[in-house]
């Protein structure tokens, strides 16, 4: 099967992904689960619009919640190293036929808004302000106590396009799922950091948010978080899990909703894949059931995600899900 070769020195130099934007309908409520009960810290609140981070984040912000009368996923955040990367970035996207803006974003730098080829919008920056990490502040940790952000999944027909494009620009294919005997990708893993994922695209609907995943410190956060998200009235929104991946990533996990539907992923820790000798990992389908204990995601995490805003999505490709039998996370 043909994987694209990887890119060890790409033109411009994107870190990780960095931040998501969304739109949400009641941002008393939002705080209420996001900060009250799971314990992202409030870097900035202005009334129409809530800047959050993790414990041991250094930079301003790793969700952006901003009020507005429909819930939709704004923008994708990634980072890059310096403004010169920066510069490239925009170059390579618009010479590349992709639509790019440069915008005012608060508390950012210099702020690319641009799509990628599968649609996603997504918002590139090289500076943000700082914030003091909280890191060893723990009379303040309280609920799932979410570390940083990991990575973002986008739903999307065009996983193999996605993942040429990715890859052009220097992600590295950490692992990838195939249906049983096919070569189509249904998955790709894809990362800058050197852990398994800052991007994945996996087939749907789409272009359309899937999740946003926070790293947290033990496994016991992610049974405590379930029974205080019950406590505090948001029960229903714990939609998978606590469990463990049996495939990619590995990770113990649960997947949630906030109040307007919008998917978080809260996980354990991920794994090194850092040297040039790291091959992606091919797995097919019925793989992912050899070592399977626990239940099956439910139809709305197999099927749902959160619109991307001004952002028409396609149909799935239904031969492929037709055939997705087995889990993808
Ligand atoms: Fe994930």
Redesign the pocket.
């Known amino acids: 099967m043909s994987i694209p070769d990887p890119v060890f020195r790409p033109a411009f130099n994107i870190t990780r992904a960095s931040h998501v934007v969304h739109r949400v309908r009641d941002l008393a409520k939002s705080r209420a689960f996001y900060v009250d009960t799971l314990g992202f810290v409030v870097s900035h609140d202005d009334h129409d619009t809530l800047y959050l981070r993790g414990l041991e984040e250094g930079c301003h912000h790793s969700i952006v919640l901003k009020a507005g009368a429909e819930p939709a996923c704004e923008r994708v955040g990634l980072r890059v190293l310096t403004e010169d990367d920066l510069d490239r970035a925009e170059a390579h996207f618009r010479t590349s036929g992709l639509p790019t803006r440069w915008v005012q974003a608060p508390f950012q730098g210099r702020t690319l808004h641009t799509s990628d080829p599968a649609g996603t919008p997504l918002e590139i920056c090289a500076a943000m302000q700082t914030k003091p990490r909280r890191i060893m502040h723990f009379e303040t940790f309280h609920g799932a106590c979410p570390q940083r952000i990991d ?1 973002v ?1 986008v739903l999307t027909r065009a996983v193999r396009p996605a993942c040429e494009f990715y890859m052009a620009m220097g992600f590295r294919l950490s692992e990838y799922i195939v249906p049983d005997n096919s070569d189509e990708l249904h998955a790709v893993f894809l990362q800058r950091k050197g852990n398994p994922h800052d991007i ?1 695209f996996v087939n749907n609907a789409g272009p359309r948010l899937h ?1 946003a ?1 926070f790293t947290i410190p033990e496994v016991h956060h992610l049974m405590y978080i379930c029974d205080l998200l019950g406590r505090n009235g948001f029960g229903a929104g714990v939609e998978w899990g606590p469990g463990r991946h049996f495939g990619p ?1 590995y990770a113990r996990f649960v997947y949630l909703r906030d109040p307007d539907g919008h998917r978080v ?1 809260l ?1 354990t820790n991920h794994y090194q894949t850092i040297d040039a000798e790291d091959e992606p990992i091919r797995w097919e389908m019925s793989d992912l059931n050899t070592s399977r204990w626990g239940t099956f995601p439910p139809d709305s995490w197999r099927q749902e995600g959160s619109a991307f805003a001004g952002v028409a999505a396609g149909r799935a490709n239904t031969s492929a899900s037709a055939r997705e039998a087995a889990i993808v ?1």
Request: aromatic content about 12%; glycine content about 12%.
């Open positions: 990575h999944q994945v999740h995943a990533g992923e996980f996370r």
